[in-house]
């Protein structure tokens, strides 16, 4: 028998240019606002309903072969789970009893979705109740209230869902290489973005907070140990493009002045992280390749500049054993 260590490095999983959609921020911003705001009320449910486990890890959505979903989500004796299909533009919570309810997502007010998705819990049996503030968000509104963002471009959903499903295979590679502690390849419905973060193992100095609408303690117990993280979010915040962004927490002296790959990465001193166009990764000739040099080279300034014991967090390995 053959034990191998899984697919790392073969080229049939590596993509093309062609692989990446197009994700043009001005295109799609509308979007963008509504569907954050429609994953935080599924996110919220999912808070309110499950135990807290380190560095908020038991909020984030995951990619599916069909969008992103919770996972299971316990309800007295029961569970169920609740996916965004970006395949065919429904919201589904399935029951393990059996029980399901589906909504289209379409052009509505996120306060519509917001008394419908109340609605259809209590129509499963499983009465929720959530915070309706929005997290995270300067300004916000809340959900019930919300008649602002209401836009729903299927075509730029079904875009950002399969760049997603590219980005979660590589940076699953990159989290395949670290052996040091390490967070699962996830989805944010907080701050609206993919994320991954590896931890160096020493505590870290307690965090400032001051995140509208998210309490401090959440974010002194988020970066309770030195971390390099790395994600992506599709635009807003004053970067009015698609881009990989990566960090380092706290961020060692010199971090900043680190030379990084690949050339059109660069750091802003605005937001205090590297960041790479996503159009940069989507027209490269290898876009799995440039965005594995930016998730590495980042890695390496935060872990060097830091002095991060690298030998026993990072292991090398054959891409094939027998």
Same mark, same amino acid.
């Given at each position: 028998?053959?034990?191998?260590?899984?697919?790392?490095?073969?080229?049939?999983?590596? /993509?093309? $240019?062609?692989?990446? %959609?197009?994700? %043009?921020?001005?295109?799609?911003?509308?979007?963008?606002?509504?569907?954050?705001?429609?994953?935080?009320?599924?996110?919220?449910?999912?808070?309110?309903?499950?135990?807290?486990?380190?560095?908020?890890?038991? +909020?984030?959505?995951?990619?599916? =072969?069909?969008?992103?979903?919770? /996972?299971?989500?316990?309800?007295? &004796?029961?569970?169920?789970?609740? /996916?965004?299909?970006?395949?065919?533009?429904? #919201?589904?919570?399935?029951?393990?009893?059996?029980? !399901?309810?589906?909504?289209? #997502?379409?052009?509505?007010? +996120?306060?519509?979705?917001?008394? !419908?998705?109340?609605?259809?819990?209590? @129509?499963?049996?499983?009465?929720?109740?959530?915070?309706?503030?929005?997290?995270?968000?300067?300004?916000?509104?809340?959900?019930?209230?919300?008649?602002?963002?209401?836009?729903?471009?299927?075509?730029?959903?079904?875009?950002?869902? @399969?760049?997603?499903?590219?980005?979660?295979?590589?940076?699953?590679?990159?989290?395949?290489?670290?052996?040091?502690?390490?967070?699962?390849?996830?989805?944010?419905?907080?701050?609206?973005?993919?994320?991954?973060?590896?931890?160096?193992?020493?505590?870290?100095?307690?965090? *400032?907070? &001051?995140?509208?609408?998210?309490?401090?303690?959440?974010?002194?117990?988020?970066?309770?140990? !030195?971390?390099?993280?790395?994600?992506?979010? %599709?635009?807003?915040?004053?970067?009015? *493009?698609?881009?990989?962004? /990566?960090?380092?927490?706290?961020?060692?002296?010199?971090? =900043? @002045?680190?030379?990084?790959?690949?050339?059109?990465?660069?750091?802003?001193?605005?937001?205090? !992280?590297?960041? #790479?166009?996503?159009?940069? +990764?989507?027209?490269?000739? *290898?876009?799995?390749?440039?965005?594995?040099?930016? #998730?590495? $080279?980042?890695?390496?300034?935060?872990?060097?500049?830091?002095?991060?014991?690298? *030998?026993?967090?990072?292991?090398?390995? %054959?891409? @094939? =054993?027998?």
């Amino acid at each position: 028998m053959n034990i191998g260590v899984g697919s790392v490095g073969k080229s049939v999983n590596r /993509s093309k $240019s062609r692989d990446w %959609p197009a994700l %043009p921020y001005v295109n799609w911003l509308d979007t963008i606002a509504t569907l954050h705001m429609w994953t935080q009320v599924i996110g919220k449910i999912r808070l309110e309903q499950t135990p807290w486990i380190n560095h908020s890890w038991h +909020v984030p959505f995951y990619i599916t =072969a069909r969008g992103i979903e919770t /996972s299971l989500v316990s309800y007295g &004796g029961r569970s169920f789970s609740v /996916s965004f299909d970006f395949h065919l533009h429904l #919201l589904k919570i399935l029951v393990t009893d059996g029980g !399901e309810w589906v909504l289209p #997502l379409e052009t509505r007010a +996120v306060s519509d979705f917001y008394w !419908e998705v109340m609605a259809g819990f209590k @129509q499963l049996g499983i009465p929720v109740d959530i915070n309706t503030m929005p997290s995270e968000v300067a300004d916000a509104t809340p959900f019930e209230q919300d008649q602002n963002n209401r836009q729903y471009d299927p075509e730029y959903a079904w875009r950002f869902w @399969q760049a997603l499903v590219q980005m979660d295979r590589v940076f699953t590679e990159f989290r395949s290489r670290f052996i040091g502690k390490c967070s699962p390849v996830h989805f944010f419905w907080g701050s609206f973005d993919l994320a991954l973060t590896r931890f160096s193992g020493r505590e870290a100095p307690p965090h *400032s907070g &001051g995140i509208p609408h998210f309490p401090d303690w959440v974010a002194r117990e988020a970066y309770s140990h !030195e971390v390099s993280s790395a994600g992506f979010w %599709p635009g807003g915040g004053g970067v009015d *493009s698609a881009c990989f962004y /990566s960090y380092a927490y706290p961020k060692p002296q010199g971090f =900043a @002045q680190a030379k990084v790959a690949p050339d059109a990465a660069y750091y802003s001193e605005d937001l205090g !992280e590297f960041l #790479l166009p996503y159009d940069a +990764v989507r027209t490269s000739r *290898s876009p799995d390749d440039t965005l594995l040099d930016f #998730l590495q $080279s980042t890695y390496e300034a935060a872990a060097d500049k830091g002095m991060w014991d690298r *030998s026993a967090l990072e292991k090398e390995f %054959p891409l @094939q =054993a027998r």
